[in-house]
């Protein structure tokens, strides 16, 4: 299951979405994210579907690899949509013993799984089509005006390009160490809560040194490769906009324009 | 008795765009007793084929034996099987965790269900059994030198008493001198107990100086499996799949077009030293 | 003086208790000289704890000495100013390949250290294509490092460092964590970055069969240098090596053994042919 997050890694691919500006895909990550937050009706669902579908096609990244994000949260999701089904109020379909299921509550978990779905893979698409150092280069800019106050944009967005780059090293070696917990018969699966958290110890507590290893390596292999902070560095892919990006800046205007007219008007 | 395995095959994300055929079709009889080598280049299967024999990995499909007991019934215990058949993985230093080297030994005993003084026992033995001492029990695994902490992340499966312990790549990142301290310690430990060892490893040397057989994978198959004589004999076929004969090897069969009498197959610098001088003695 | 001098150099780690009180000085590097010509290709050999690594670090100026001094390119590393210089005239490469790349894309990675240079974004690429291409990477460019496998990655992060145009590269044992494939793929790079773009090679390692082309061979022991000198001069030493917790070849181990049991063959044989060779004379007879 460790294997199957796709959150926060890149996918290779040559698409107009790979080559739209991070700042583009962050504004319109954070309005799809939102608008989908406050959908209701059918009119709204439809045009976020309609959104998301055309920016997946454009994205060139199989749906199928998409998908395989929503594995991870398969759980939650499950979770989120019995608690709605079970516990909204509202006339009656099914009683089940204590349990009795609502046309409101069967609504709302519909509503409920689809927006969860939605913003998985909304916010997922970002990711896949934008490299981490990308991606935290269009945010260290975005948020470039809060270093008049010095809040530590630089620092910020490289902790957050290299905690991006180790996710998938650190899952891999989680996976590695659980199995050779269970070569020595350790059992993280039966006992109750405490004794299975206690189970974790063996697992954690290797993690977390060989987290600590990698991170020194790493703050040493960027000494030694000139790293000095922020100031006086230049940048191999500078951001500057093109025109595509003035296009999808404005589309995300017309989708907002067409949403809240929805809204209103609806 | 011992292992055996009849038509696995793995698959690895068998159902989207990562499918990936690990292992196909592989036969294989371990005898108990035997000391076995399993050599092929990176991505080979290796690690793959060995994840099934203590079942951390099931097979897609085929069989798995162990003492004639199908591992994939639904009445039998992977426990059982987990204590018979210790895996050391590669830098299996990385999983210590415990605050001393003693308790972290005991870890694999306790989960069998063993009481502390059983477990505490068998982890002084396998400790022993490892060239550890006792003023080494109560240090922090963390302050140990690598061979050392390497040594006592085996002691941790040796305490399970398994009568087959496989080691994937025992030597990697090792220096020369901590290298044969644990390959002489684990072919002390089949000389002395007679466990069945197998040793996963990328040096044909090492591999020819212990082993009595040879299983060579590639592409998830069984390549070649006889004994190293055999295997290295067929330098050029090993050649093919990325992989090669000793260097001491070569160089017989370099001095062989000079003197004929010299044997072809030697593997090891002993036994050619001996063919040499014995060659050389003759032509004077 | 050459590319890198060292003269008397000395590093000691101290461990202090709770009180603060020295508990323990461990001197890493005590008392080491050295003189690396530019081009030269250099082999430094030693066990785990012998204090090769520390030297290393310290000719990148990770590591400022606590006694003697280090010169790179004339430059004093224990001087603040000169930090930066240094480590862009002496590279470093270091053992694990997965904990030195820094960003998700090969191309990005080896951009890192140009960026922190402060080199303009046209010469950046130029900088990035000229290294990947030195190490045959460049089809790699657009990969993740992820997928790649451990001798590609140590080849990005040599890459890396080309990028930076150093004069000099410390490989500190790049090859300890890769399979055979690997460590020949490494080495060969190395080789010939060291013959085609003339860059000093300062090569860490236990693994013997890699030093048998250095020009010349250090053996550290004890964070002293024991044994200096050709490979041949080195490798003819077999009974010290082996106490100094090392190995030769096969081949030299064979032509030692028969040497000690009163064959005449030359001492410090390297190669498969040397050892035919001096062999063959004996059939003639």
Redesign the interface.
């Known amino acids: 299951m460790i ?1 199957d997050i796709t959150i926060g890694q890149y996918y290779p691919a040559n698409s107009v979405i790979h080559r739209l500006d991070p700042r583009v895909k962050l504004l319109g990550t954070i309005v799809f994210v939102v608008t989908v937050f406050f959908v209701n009706d059918l009119m709204g669902l439809a045009l976020a579907t309609v959104a998301l579908a055309a920016v997946i096609g454009l994205s060139k990244v ?1 749906l ?2 998409m998908l ?1 994000g929503l594995k991870a949260i398969f759980i939650l999701m499950i979770f989120t949509v019995l608690l709605n089904i079970f516990l909204t109020p509202g006339t009656e379909l099914v009683h089940l013993g204590f349990l009795k299921i609502t046309k409101e509550g069967l609504v709302l978990a519909g509503k409920t799984a689809i927006r969860l779905i939605y913003l998985i893979v909304g916010s997922t698409i970002m990711t896949l089509t934008t490299t981490p150092n990308h991606l935290t280069d269009g945010l260290e800019k975005a948020l470039g005006p809060l270093k008049k106050i010095h809040f530590p944009v630089h620092e910020l967005a490289m902790t957050m390009s290299i905690a991006l780059r180790f996710i998938p090293i650190l899952m891999e ?1 989680t996976d ?2 659980m ?9 993280f699966e039966s006992g109750n809560l405490i004794q299975r958290m206690k189970s974790l ?2 697992i954690l ?2 993690l977390f ?2 987290a600590i290893r990698r991170a020194n390596d790493l703050a040493m292999a960027m000494e030694a490769r000139c790293y000095h902070g922020g100031v006086g560095r230049t940048k191999m892919k500078p951001l500057v906009y093109a025109l595509r990006d003035y296009l999808a800046y404005l589309l995300i205007l017309v989708y907002i324009l067409i949403w809240t007219g929805v809204k209103v008007w609806l | 008795m011992g292992i055996r395995l009849e038509h696995v095959n793995y698959i690895y ?1 068998p159902d ?2 990562f499918r990936k055929q690990a292992l196909r079709d592989v036969n294989l009889e371990i005898q108990d007793g035997e000391f076995i080598g399993l050599i092929g ?2 991505g080979s299967g290796k690690s793959t084929l060995i ?1 099934h024999l ?1 079942g ?1 990995l099931r097979a897609t499909s085929g069989q798995i034996y162990y003492n004639e007991q199908n591992i994939y019934d639904d009445k039998y215990r992977m ?1 059982d099987l ?2 018979q058949v ?4 590669q830098y ?1 230093e ?4 415990e605050m001393t080297v003693l308790k972290d030994v005991c ?2 005993p306790k ?2 269900g063993l009481d502390d003084d059983a477990a505490v026992e068998r982890a002084k033995e396998a400790l022993a059994m490892v060239g550890m001492t006792e003023k080494d029990y109560s240090k922090s695994p ?1 302050e140990l ?3 050392q902490k390497r040594r006592v992340a085996i002691a ?2 040796l305490a ?1 008493h398994p009568q087959v312990i496989v080691l994937d790549e025992p030597t ?7 290298r ?1 301290d644990i390959l002489n310690q684990i072919s002390a430990l089949h000389r002395q107990t007679g466990i069945t060892i197998i040793l996963v490893s ?2 044909m ?1 090492d591999v020819a100086k212990y082993v009595d057989r040879i299983i060579v994978m590639n592409r998830g198959e069984v390549f070649m499996d006889d004994t190293p004589k055999e295997i290295f004999r067929q330098s050029e076929a090993l050649e093919r799949v ?1 992989l ?1 004969a ?3 090897t ?2 017989m069969r ?2 062989h077009k ?2 004929p009498e010299l044997p072809e197959d030697v593997t090891t ?1 002993e036994e ?2 001996e063919a ?2 014995h060659c ?1 003695e003759a ?2 | 003086m050459g590319i890198i001098k060292a003269a008397k150099l000395f590093y000691d780690y101290v461990s202090k208790d709770e009180h603060d009180e020295i508990e323990e000085v461990i001197h890493a590097v005590s008392g080491v000289d050295l003189d690396v010509e530019a081009g030269q290709f250099i082999a430094i050999l030693g ?3 012998s204090g090769k690594s520390t030297l290393a670090k310290q000719m990148n100026a990770l590591l400022v000495p606590t006694g003697g001094t280090l010169w790179v390119k004339e430059m004093d590393t224990s001087q603040p100013e000169n930090v930066w210089n240094v480590r862009q005239t002496a590279g470093m490469v270091f053992q694990n390949p997965d904990n030195q790349i820094i960003a998700s894309l090969v191309e990005e990675d080896v951009g890192f250290g140009p960026e922190n240079l402060g080199v303009p974004t046209e010469d950046i690429w130029k900088r990035v294509n000229q290294g990947l291409k030195s190490v045959g990477m460049l089809e790699y460019s657009h990969h993740s490092p992820n997928r790649l ?2 001798g590609q990655k140590q080849r990005v992060a040599i890459a890396g460092v080309m990028a930076m145009e150093p004069e000099c590269i410390v490989l500190d044992e790049p090859t ?2 890769l ?4 460590r020949k793929e490494v080495i060969e790079t190395v080789r010939q970055l060291n013959q085609e773009k003339k860059v000093t090679v300062i090569l860490i390692t ?1 693994y ?1 069969d890699e030093v048998v082309h250095a020009d010349k061979v250090y053996v550290m022991d004890d964070g002293k240098i024991v044994l200096s000198g050709t490979p041949r001069q080195v490798f003819s030493q077999v009974e010290y090596l082996k106490q100094l ?3 030769v ?3 030299t ?2 032509a030692y ?2 040497r000690q ?1 009163g ?1 005449d063959v030359p001492e410090g044989i390297l190669t ?1 042919e040397e ?2 060779e001096s ?2 004379r ?2 003639s ?1």
Do not use: W
């Open positions: 294997r199989p199928k690899y395989k070696e590695k160490i199995k050779a917990q269970q070569a020595r018969c350790a059992d110890i063996p507590v290797p040194i060989s | 994300s989207n765009a280049h990176t994840q203590n951390l426990i987990r204590s210790g895996l050391v993985f299996p990385h999983q210590l965790f870890y694999g989960n069998l963390f030198s690598g061979g941790g499966v399970m990697a990142g090792l220096d020369p001198k901590g044969n990328h040096s040397e990325g090669a000793p260097q001491v070569y160089v370099q001095l000079i003197f610098v050619a030293k040499l001088l050389l032509d004077k | 066990h785990n704890g496998s451990g300890a964590m399979d055979p494939n690997g236990h013997m917790r090392l190995d070849p096969q081949v181990e064979l053994e028969l049991s064959v498969i050892l035919v062999l063959e004996f059939k007879r």
